[in-house]
């Protein structure tokens, strides 16, 4: 079984927030795929535990190396531009504790990630990132505004076209013709 999953929190107070970028784009992805059955099956995922957390209800489905090679994690990345994703493999977790608690609960980088960009960038691309641990969480925390969670909803369709790619193709393939 293919697995997908969106990392995030739980709640609707966090509904909307930055940090749900994962489980936003999930729940975009599930009504796209529709029920995707036979051998090709894919189960997507939006933990019930908190981001720092998600390690636990993703280990729980990965039992094997091949399913390892089966997952696909997309989460939020304040390193990158809003719209912008990167697709990477085998990789740290860059700061990020949701992911850091994946990496952790599964003993394994070896699994694919897709990163959904969320800062505000310059017209020149130049990323205009808070500064300071509190500033970062209050931003992360913070509510999309309405245009940018309408960049989000364009972006799942690229994202849908990233995990077709993934899991009919190849991983080397989806980087070659998404990580632009």
Known sequence: MKIVVGLGNPG????NTRHNTG??????????????TGKNKIKFLAPDTFMNNSGKAVASLIKTKKDLKNLVVVYDDIDLPLG??????????????????????????EFL??????????????????????AVINFILGEFKKPE??????????????????????????????NN
């Not at 489980?23 to 029920?35: H, Q, S, T, V």
């Open 12 to 15: 609707n107070e966090y509904k």
């Open 23 to 36: 489980r936003i784009i999930i729940g975009i992805l599930e009504k796209k795929f529709g029920d995707k």
């Open 84 to 109: 912008k994703i990167k697709i990477s493999f085998n990789r740290s977790s860059g700061g990020h504790n949701g992911l850091n608690s994946v990496i952790k609960a599964l003993k394994s980088e």
């Open 113 to 134: 990630r897709i990163r959904i960009g969320i800062s505000p960038a310059t017209p020149k691309g130049v990323i205009k990132k808070p500064k300071g641990e509190k």
């Open 149 to 178: 969670l309408e960049i989000l909803k364009k972006l799942s369709k690229k994202v849908v076209e990233i995990v077709e790619t993934i899991f009919t193709g190849s991983k080397e393939k989806a980087m070659s013709l998404y």
